[in-house]
């Protein structure tokens, strides 16, 4: 059987051969096929994606993996597959893709995304990362990052320096600074918050805009280039060592075992989801406060005192934070820190951005109340040339009415700041200091 698998081309392998099933069995026929593979290459691995990893592998390196919509009845497209192609000979091509919900796996065994994204991660000098939606947001992208590396951590062995090459393939233009930082977050969470090892010490990440042919074939036909040159030069650019094809089999079993024996330890699925569910509540929560506090920021910045800013910013922070509850309430306690955490982030974020507005405001307020009295003691000045007690004391009473009257309305009772009758105590101090320095003569400023 080997001497036969031998004489034929490399091109055998366009056709993908499994090396784990969909139940995540591992089959020990590919070392048998992998025999017919001659050379040394690197591994190429992709994670996500699916029938569009698949379509972009036959697209940019002439494979043929199966690219129909719907799988045959009883069929699971689930698992990982090896091919080579005479278009890429340094280069051997392994797709991963999770196990459908439905499908039982063998003894135990675990199959999705995680696993599969550590098998990757552990077998590959490169892993095509393809994400799940065509402009995820930052969330949606920690959350995917997340699911690749949960278990990593946990299963990987010293690396003596290994770095992967992680290359991101967007839809459409991507911001790699934006991309790396939510992989870099997604790490720190795979690694109990620790900084070691650092992202940077074990991966290097590039993005690569790759629409869609029937889109955009200029842009997909660019970014294929780019792609295969950057993969053409992975010994060279210090990902991995090139290995026989006839090693990969068993290299890929000694990995698959591992990434079994660690699976118990790692977040599962449920845990995963719900990070999610509790990263996007967030967002969602922050881009609804975002908008009803920005019509708000603009009137502060022209100086504006807003009346029933209080009551206005105090409906916003509980909003928010009983929107937040809402969208968190079904989420199990194995996250509820998380959850707890986020909330407390939010509520503190929208809390320093309303007390900003509040103290603008409360500024804006007393320089307003502070020039009309100082008008009002000059003008009685240069009547009488001096101000009577009595005088200074009916005017001060008049500012602080005209004072109390309008921070009134700014007091935002759940930020626990100042009371109104301290702010109005505060301001009268500032007042009186404000009347005896005109009576020894300088010229005045309002007070800041």
């Not at 290359?167 to 109990?192: R, Y």
């Not at 991966?203 to 690569?208: G, K, N, P, Q």
């Not at 569910?277 to 975002?290: G, I, L, N, P, W």
Request: proline residues 5%; charged residues 20%; glycine residues 8%.
């Amino acid at each position: 059987m080997i001497s036969l698998l031998s004489s034929l081309s490399v091109a055998a392998l366009d056709a993908p051969v499994p090396l784990i099933s969909p139940r995540g069995d591992f089959q020990p026929a590919a070392a048998s096929e992998l025999a017919s593979v001659g050379g040394a290459r690197s591994v190429v691995a992709t994670v996500g994606g699916r029938l569009r990893a698949r379509r972009l592998l036959n697209s940019i390196f002439a494979t043929e993996f199966d690219t129909a919509r719907a799988p045959a009845a009883g069929e699971d497209r689930g698992g990982a597959y090896v091919a080579a192609s005479p278009q890429a000979p340094e280069l051997l091509l392994v797709h991963t893709e999770a196990a459908s919900a439905g499908e039982a796996c063998e003894d135990g065994a675990v199959a999705d995304e995680s696993a599969f994204g550590c098998f990757a991660l552990g077998l590959a000098d490169a892993v095509l990362v393809l994400p799940p939606c065509a402009e995820p947001t930052r969330p949606v992208l920690v959350s995917a990052y997340e699911e690749i590396f949960a278990q990593l951590a946990a299963t990987a062995e010293p690396t003596d320096g290994k770095r992967t090459l992680l290359v991101h393939l967007a839809q459409s233009a991507a911001d790699a600074a934006a991309i790396k930082s939510a992989a870099m977050d997604a790490w720190a969470a795979a690694c109990g918050g620790g900084a070691e090892p650092s992202f940077d010490s074990r991966f290097e990440l590039t993005a690569i805009a790759l629409p869609s042919s029937a889109v955009d074939a200029d842009a997909f036909s660019a970014g294929a280039t780019e792609l295969r040159t950057r993969l053409r030069t992975l010994a060279r650019d210090g990902f991995g060592t090139p290995i026989a094809a006839t090693e990969v089999a068993a290299r890929a079993e000694a990995v698959w075992l591992a990434v079994q024996s660690a699976a118990s330890g790692r977040p599962g699925g449920a845990a995963l989801r719900e990070r999610y569910q509790a990263a996007r509540a967030y967002e969602a929560s922050m881009e609804a406060a975002v908008l009803k506090l920005r019509p708000l920021s603009a009137a502060v910045a022209k100086g504006r005192v807003i009346d029933g800013f209080g009551a206005a910013a105090d409906s916003l922070l509980n909003g928010t934070l009983a929107h937040y509850d809402d969208a968190v309430a079904d989420v199990s306690g194995i996250t509820a820190e998380l959850v707890a955490r986020r909330r407390a982030i939010l509520s503190k974020q929208l809390q320093a951005d309303v007390k900003e507005l509040f103290s603008k405001q409360q500024r804006s307020l007393a320089r307003s109340v502070c020039k009309r009295y100082e008008r009002q003691l000059l003008a009685v000045m240069e009547r009488a040339g001096n101000v009577a007690q009595y005088q200074r004391d009916r005017l001060r009473k008049n500012a602080e009415r005209a004072y109390d009257a309008q921070v009134a309305s700014l007091v935002v009772p759940s930020l626990g700041g100042p009371t109104r009758a301290q702010l109005t105590q505060s301001f009268s101090a500032q007042l009186t200091a404000f009347a005896d320095r005109l009576g020894g003569g300088p010229p005045l400023q309002p007070p800041a």
